[in-house]
């Protein structure tokens, strides 16, 4: 299936005829618009497939005005579908001003995600409403103007009166492409945190026990690497599984010059000849992420099967003799692409790097706080704060050791704990010595009476293990109910969140049940003016 | 060049691929209920590109069977 949908034009009917046949996700769309989007929606189909998931779209009537009709139950994702030419029509209308009017409009009247994908628009237009909107909690504006420019024939006027869209076929496909591929995964799947891959046959087409450090880079392994390196880049951690000797890929690393990945791309390395599945695991227990986030890349179907039968979480690529094929399906493959790049996510792979000193430290100090003195760290709160919604949503949302309630908030909902009088939304940032972690915890609550009610309390797996997740929540706590004597503990169990529960079963002494809440003193928090380190505690800005 | 019937094949295949159901060569869009106007479009998509022909605005209501579009793409382009 990958072979036909990441080709470099796929046709109709081959889409239509690749059918899953495996269990996908549901997701509901609703769409707004005025021209439209059936044909692009029955291409995508494919594609979503691919990427586990199926979209069900409501029924839409055209509309130029763009009315909002918000019958039946809140769907999965709001869709606004729109052609701008007809409106251009109008000589007292501003389209941007307009557009960005009825976004806000939808904003206020829907908590789902917004997807705007708007044809018509120029670049500029598009950069302008893209300045009007994207602040909006949830709200995300596809570079259309930039995807059919890409095109070689973007319109078809022929079939505007029988397909009731101006959009030529390669159009429809390629706005199928990136809906199903990138846009729709973007704002409704938590996007994958690493990418694994093997060495021979698939980051260059030759064998290092065999070749030696020699081994062939023809262009499109080349491309292949840049591709891997620009995901690097984009915050997605590499790591290498490889069935070689560690001495021949450390030869390899510091003879090749020319390749573009170098040792220190990669966050985790297994070189040895076990299992893949196993060595992915421990790649995985490495660089402190769950399987569930990885896309396996291997050239030999026998070790992807191992690694999919024995690790049915993990994603699998088949790495192509032509590499140019698998560069145009990583760079297509859902859960890769991102709507933008967090300061965090640069941040990840050193901070990852700094972890084996902090052990070190760990190891030689007996003492808890001579340790923590050692690592001479700094914590950053910020409670409240709107510039932080899109982190505490994304912390909300991929965090899985520790995250109490798992509440998977959406940015509306995050939105409305930053800005509600009687909730609260804080975030912490966590340094020392070592790295800069960037903004790593994110709490959620309320206040009801005088006690602070924690209904989400999420630690990045970067930032665990150093001893510091009850000052962080006393850190949190203090920024946002500083006056309570004590708070409620929401959790609920998961599937991978033993360290928060254990974290919380040992604060309050009582054993949790499977969900349920847990009533703490503010006491049995350590105190902040105490902690051996510096806290910096930022203004509430809503005050 | 291809005889009329293997062509008419063809486009029954290309029809069969896009509605997600087999039809034969006398199907149309008055005896095939999935064959609505939507799918209409899709089909002259699969067809065009299939074949590399270009339809003009009035062809594409009036090619409604296996057997006219069959026709129509034996003619030349």
Same mark, same amino acid.
């Given at each position: 299936?990958?072979?036909?949908?990441?080709?470099?034009?796929?046709?109709?009917?081959?889409? &239509? !005829?690749?059918?899953?046949?495996?269990?996908?996700?549901?997701?509901?769309?609703?769409?707004?618009?005025? #021209?439209?989007?059936?044909?692009?929606?029955?291409?995508?189909?494919?594609?979503?497939?691919?990427?586990?998931?199926?979209?069900?779209?409501?029924?839409?009537?055209?509309?130029?005005?763009?009315?909002?009709?918000?019958?039946?139950?809140?769907?999965?994702?709001?869709?606004?579908?729109?052609?701008?030419?007809?409106?251009?029509?109008?000589?007292?209308?501003?389209?941007?001003?307009?557009?960005?009017?009825?976004? #806000?409009?939808?904003?206020?009247?829907?908590?789902?995600?917004?997807?705007?994908?708007?044809?018509?628009?120029?670049?500029?237009?598009?950069?302008?409403?893209?300045?009007?909107?994207?602040?909006?909690?949830?709200?995300?504006?596809?570079?259309?103007?930039?995807?059919?420019?890409?095109?070689?024939?973007?319109?078809?006027?022929?079939?505007?009166?029988?397909?009731?869209?101006?959009?030529?076929?390669?159009?429809?496909?390629?706005?199928?492409? #990136?809906?199903?591929?990138?846009?729709?995964?973007?704002?409704?799947?938590?996007?994958?945190?690493?990418?694994?891959?093997?060495?021979?046959?698939?980051?260059?087409?030759?064998?290092?026990?065999?070749?030696?450090?020699?081994?062939?880079?023809?262009?499109?392994?080349?491309?292949?690497?840049?591709?891997?390196?620009?995901?690097?880049?984009?915050?997605?951690?590499?790591?290498?599984?490889?069935?070689?000797?560690?001495?021949?890929?450390?030869?390899?690393?510091?003879?090749?010059?020319?390749?573009?990945?170098?040792?220190?791309?990669?966050?985790?390395?297994?070189?040895?000849?076990? &299992?893949?599945?196993?060595?992915?695991?421990?790649?995985?227990?490495?660089?402190?992420?769950?399987?569930?986030?990885?896309?396996?890349?291997?050239?030999?179907?026998?070790?992807?099967?191992?690694?999919?039968?024995?690790?049915?979480?993990?994603?699998?690529?088949?790495?192509?003799?032509?590499?140019?094929?698998?560069?145009?399906?990583?760079?297509?493959?859902?859960?890769?692409?991102?709507?933008?790049?967090?300061?965090?996510?640069?941040?990840?792979?050193?901070?990852?790097?700094? !972890?084996?000193?902090?052990?070190?430290?760990?190891?030689?100090?007996?003492?808890?706080?001579?340790?923590?003195?050692?690592?001479?760290?700094?914590?950053?709160?910020?409670?409240?704060?709107?510039?932080?919604?899109?982190?505490?949503? !994304?912390?909300?949302?991929?965090?899985?050791?520790?995250?109490?309630?798992?509440?998977?908030? &959406?940015?509306?909902?995050?939105?409305?704990?930053?800005? &509600?009088?009687?909730?609260?939304?804080?975030?912490?940032?966590?340094?020392?010595?070592?790295?800069?972690?960037?903004?790593?915890?994110?709490?959620?609550?309320?206040?009801?009476?005088?006690?602070?009610?924690?209904?989400?309390?999420?630690?990045?797996?970067?930032?665990?293990?150093?001893?510091?997740?009850?000052?962080?929540?006393?850190?949190?706590?203090?920024?946002?109910?500083?006056?309570?004597?004590?708070?409620?503990?929401?959790?609920?169990?998961?599937?991978?969140?033993?360290?928060?529960?254990?974290?919380?079963?040992?604060?309050?002494?009582?054993?949790?049940?499977? !969900?349920?809440?847990?009533?703490?003193?503010?006491?049995?928090?350590?105190?902040?003016?105490?902690?051996?380190?510096?806290?910096?505690?930022?203004?509430?800005?809503?005050? | 060049?291809?005889?009329?019937?293997?062509?008419?094949?063809?486009?029954?295949?290309?029809?069969?691929?896009?509605?997600?159901?087999?039809?034969?060569?006398?199907?149309?869009?008055?005896?095939?209920?999935?064959?609505?106007?939507?799918?209409?479009?899709?089909?002259?998509?699969?067809?065009?590109?299939?074949?590399?022909?270009?339809?003009?605005?009035?062809?594409?209501?009036?090619?409604?069977?296996?057997?006219?579009?069959?026709?129509?793409?034996?003619?030349?382009?």
């Amino acid at each position: 299936m990958a072979r036909v949908l990441f080709k470099r034009r796929p046709t109709r009917l081959e889409l &239509s !005829e690749s059918r899953p046949v495996w269990p996908c996700r549901d997701f509901s769309v609703r769409p707004h618009r005025n #021209h439209s989007y059936e044909h692009v929606a029955s291409a995508a189909s494919a594609w979503a497939a691919y990427g586990n998931y199926r979209l069900i779209w409501s029924d839409a009537p055209y509309d130029d005005t763009l009315a909002l009709r918000l019958d039946g139950s809140p769907p999965d994702l709001e869709l606004v579908w729109h052609d701008i030419e007809p409106i251009r029509s109008s000589p007292d209308i501003d389209v941007v001003a307009w557009l960005s009017s009825r976004i #806000h409009a939808l904003r206020d009247l829907s908590g789902s995600p917004i997807l705007a994908a708007i044809v018509g628009l120029s670049p500029e237009e598009e950069v302008a409403l893209r300045g009007l909107i994207g602040g909006l909690p949830g709200v995300r504006l596809a570079p259309v103007s930039d995807l059919l420019a890409s095109v070689s024939k973007p319109f078809d006027p022929r079939f505007m009166k029988i397909a009731g869209s101006r959009l030529s076929e390669e159009a429809n496909l390629a706005l199928a492409k #990136h809906l199903a591929c990138r846009w729709i995964p973007a704002l409704l799947l938590p996007r994958l945190k690493a990418v694994v891959v093997d060495l021979d046959h698939t980051i260059y087409p030759g064998v290092l026990a065999e070749d030696g450090p020699d081994v062939p880079l023809p262009a499109d392994y080349s491309a292949l690497q840049a591709s891997l390196l620009k995901l690097k880049r984009s915050g997605i951690m590499l790591a290498l599984v490889s069935k070689n000797t560690p001495e021949d890929v450390e030869a390899l690393f510091s003879r090749r010059g020319d390749f573009a990945l170098g040792r220190a791309d990669f966050s985790a390395m297994e070189i040895g000849w076990g &299992s893949k599945a196993e060595s992915t695991l421990r790649v995985c227990q490495k660089m402190r992420i769950d399987p569930s986030s990885v896309l396996f890349i291997d050239d030999n179907p026998g070790e992807l099967l191992e690694v999919a039968e024995r690790l049915p979480c993990v994603s699998v690529m088949h790495a192509a003799q032509d590499a140019h094929a698998t560069v145009e399906e990583l760079e297509f493959y859902p859960g890769l692409w991102t709507w933008g790049t967090s300061a965090e996510d640069s941040l990840r792979s050193a901070d990852l790097e700094a !972890e084996s000193a902090r052990a070190g430290i760990r190891m030689r100090e007996r003492d808890e706080w001579a340790y923590l003195r050692g690592l001479s760290p700094e914590m950053e709160v910020w409670p409240n704060s709107p510039q932080l919604m899109r982190r505490l949503h !994304e912390l909300s949302q991929k965090t899985n050791q520790f995250n109490l309630a798992i509440g998977r908030l &959406s940015e509306v909902q995050v939105n409305r704990y930053i800005r &509600s009088p009687e909730a609260f939304a804080v975030a912490i940032a966590l340094r020392d010595r070592l790295s800069d972690s960037g903004v790593i915890g994110a709490m959620f609550g309320r206040l009801d009476g005088d006690v602070a009610v924690v209904e989400e309390w999420a630690i990045s797996c970067r930032a665990l293990g150093r001893g510091l997740e009850g000052m962080m929540a006393a850190c949190a706590l203090t920024a946002a109910a500083p006056r309570a004597p004590a708070c409620r503990f929401h959790y609920r169990t998961g599937p991978r969140n033993a360290p928060a529960l254990e974290w919380l079963a040992k604060l309050s002494g009582k054993k949790l049940t499977a !969900e349920g809440c847990v009533m703490i003193p503010s006491t049995a928090l350590p105190a902040v003016a105490e902690m051996p380190f510096r806290v910096i505690i930022h203004e509430d800005e809503r005050l | 060049m291809k005889d009329s019937d293997a062509l008419e094949l063809e486009v029954a295949r290309i029809v069969s691929g896009i509605l997600r159901v087999d039809v034969g060569v006398d199907a149309s869009r008055l005896n095939v209920p999935g064959w609505d106007s939507l799918r209409h479009v899709e089909i002259l998509f699969a067809v065009e590109e299939a074949y590399g022909v270009t339809l003009d605005e009035a062809e594409m209501a009036a090619l409604d069977s296996v057997k006219s579009l069959a026709r129509r793409v034996s003619m030349p382009r």
